[in-house]
């Protein structure tokens, strides 16, 4: 069962760094476009950034130039480095991800359990 498990959430000053990462877990078969999301209470999730499997990327206009996504193929795994942090970064990040199981099975969905993130001084 394909799983997306996050980690590096926390809590760090105004204009600190943080990296969070993703793996992608289970019967895998092929991982297309990762992204990162975010959410703060009573507001909808946001997307932050993507990349697709040959590495493009694209970025949410509030976290460009500070914020860079990168992945590794081979590892299934997604990377949010998160520079120059605001306070209005702060959030819950989710990881997402369009996962083919099987060479007999269509690309679905999934989503990580999140991870916080905390910029305050």
């Known amino acids: 069962q394909v799983q997306l498990v996050e980690s590096g959430g926390g809590l760090v000053q105004p204009g600190g760094s943080l990296r969070l990462s993703c793996a992608a877990t289970?019967?895998?078969?092929?991982?297309?476009?990762m992204r990162w999301y975010r959410q703060t209470p009573g507001t909808q999730r946001e997307l932050v950034a993507g990349i697709t499997h040959g590495g493009n990327t694209n970025y949410a206009d509030s976290v460009k130039g500070r914020f860079t996504i990168s992945r590794d193929n081979a590892e299934n795994t997604v990377a949010l480095q998160m520079n120059s942090l605001k306070p209005e970064d702060t959030a819950v990040y989710y990881c997402n991800a369009d996962v083919r199981a099987s060479l007999f099975s269509f690309f679905a969905n999934y989503w990580g359990q999140g991870t916080q993130v905390t910029v305050s001084s």
């Open positions: 289970g019967g895998i078969f092929m991982v297309s476009t």
